[in-house]
């Protein structure tokens, strides 16, 4: 995983990912165009305040649905609820690992229908307004990829070389935070921002799955590859496509991920007893944090 094409691909996909929207600024007008379409009138969107790009309809649409319906946080609960149930009513870390995933992805969604959807909602569009979205999205990504190492690591019954891949992604969120809220203006910001992703992704989450690929629950290696169309989809920008286009299927993508590790994780919890009733295994950095240490 250390060898020089893994760093020229993690170089690559950051390069690719890292198009800052304060870079690439149009100067858009915010203010809503009107169209006479067939004698009546539709009220066009306004752009995206930091890069001018158009807001695509679709894109939108999805995200406001899982948020504005509640759908998505009610399937959320609905998984807490059936693995809290398998579990012991003392196993308190295996339990925080489950919430910490529905929330890191809760929260994902939410970032989500702000930064497509915020000519919809009462703060309006402003490049203020979508910096800070755009901060805590790239946070709510790497706490996705985190809470799956962290879960995941704990399923596969724990080892050294697993307790430093959860260290090893606690310290990449970490790293996120910093950058997303210090220097994420900066062109600098952005690239290292997507060096960490292609960390996590390809060097982290992905060595956890082919470890668990020669385990007894080899099938939760699926986890990896729902999330891997996205990850290439979205470093290629492509395909493009106004109305469901890279970033689309990256939002697929992530959504699919988030449901097969959610759903696999239910089926080990009915075929397979918890490791080590809750302390055992996954992160160390996340265990000293609330002192499920000794």
């Known amino acids: ?48 305040a930091l890069s001018g790009l158009e807001r695509p309809t679709h894109r939108g649409a999805v995200m406001g649905f899982l948020h504005n319906t509640g759908a998505w946080y009610a399937l959320s609960a609905a998984y807490v609820a059936a693995a809290l149930k398998q579990l012991q009513p003392s196993s308190f870390y295996p339990s925080f690992l489950r919430i910490a995933l529905v929330a890191a992805s809760s929260y994902s969604i939410y970032i989500s229908d702000c930064y497509h959807n915020a000519d919809k909602r009462r703060e309006g569009v402003s490049e203020e307004g979508e910096l800070a979205v755009l901060r805590k999205d790239y946070l709510g990504i790497s706490l996705i990829l985190s809470t799956n190492t962290w879960l995941w690591a704990h399923n596969l019954g724990g080892s050294p070389i697993l307790n430093k891949l959860c260290v090893a992604a606690t310290a990449c969120t970490a790293n996120v935070a910093f950058q997303s809220f210090c220097v994420v203006n900066k062109y600098i910001g952005h690239v290292l921002i997507k060096l960490t992703f292609a960390t996590q992704f390809v060097a982290i989450l992905g060595t956890l799955c082919l470890i668990a690929a020669k385990s007894p629950i080899s099938a939760c290696a699926w986890i990896y590859a729902a999330y891997a169309p996205g990850f290439v989809i979205y470093a290629t920008k492509f395909p493009k496509n106004k109305k469901w286009g890279y970033h689309e299927w990256f939002h697929v993508s992530v959504l699919m991920g988030n449901l097969v590790s959610m759903g696999f994780d239910l089926g080990i919890l009915g075929l397979f007893k918890p490791c080590a009733e809750g302390v055992a295994c996954a992160s160390l950095a996340s265990r000293l944090t609330f002192g499920l240490l000794p």
């Open 1 to 48: 995983m250390r060898s020089p094409q893994l760093v020229l691909l993690a170089a690559s996909v950051a390069h690719s990912w890292a198009v800052p929207p304060t870079l690439t600024k149009r100067s858009p007008t915010l203010r809503s165009r009107h169209l006479a379409v067939n004698g009546g009138t539709v009220v066009e969107r306004p752009p995206y």
